[in-house]
Nanobody, 124 residues
Framework: QVQVVESGGGLVQAGGSLRLSCAAS????????LGWFRQAPVNEREFVAT????????YYVASVRGRFTISRDNTKNTVYLQMNSLKTEDTAVYYC?????????????????WGQGTQVTVSS
């Protein structure tokens, strides 16, 4: 069973940047994809970004493409989400999730271990 713990959230002004981190333990780190999801109040949890176990493949939701970058360091068992040019609509609780497989997926059902989430608030 994988355990993941997020960190790095906070309050930032629109146009600013934040970097989220997610430390994982459990299964061999490079054997599974990792994803970031987010949930704003009254919204469903939505996919943000994912990276394959090998780091070769990444995928983003259209609304963050070009502003967010997902990466992973397999020597530190950590995945990152660099968020630039933040907008007020990026405000949400961000969750890190470990995938069931090494390949990327946007599907909630393909992730079986979730962190507690970290709050990101973007002010205007």
């Amino acid at each position: 069973q994988v355990q993941v713990v997020e960190s790095g959230g906070g309050l930032v002004q629109a146009g600013g940047s934040l970097r989220l981190s997610c430390a994982a333990s459990g299964r061999t780190f490079s054997s599974y994809a990792l994803g970031w999801f987010r949930q704003a109040p009254v919204n469903e949890r939505e996919f943000v970004a994912t990276i394959s176990g090998s780091s070769i493949t990444t995928y983003y939701v259209a609304s963050v493409r070009g502003r967010f970058t997902i990466s992973r360091d397999n020597t530190k068992n950590t995945v990152y989400l660099q968020m630039n040019s933040l907008k007020t609509e990026d405000t949400a609780v961000y969750y890190c999730a470990a995938g069931r497989f090494a390949s990327v997926s946007r599907r909630y059902e393909d992730y079986d271990c979730w962190g507690q989430g970290t709050q990101v608030t973007v002010s205007s």
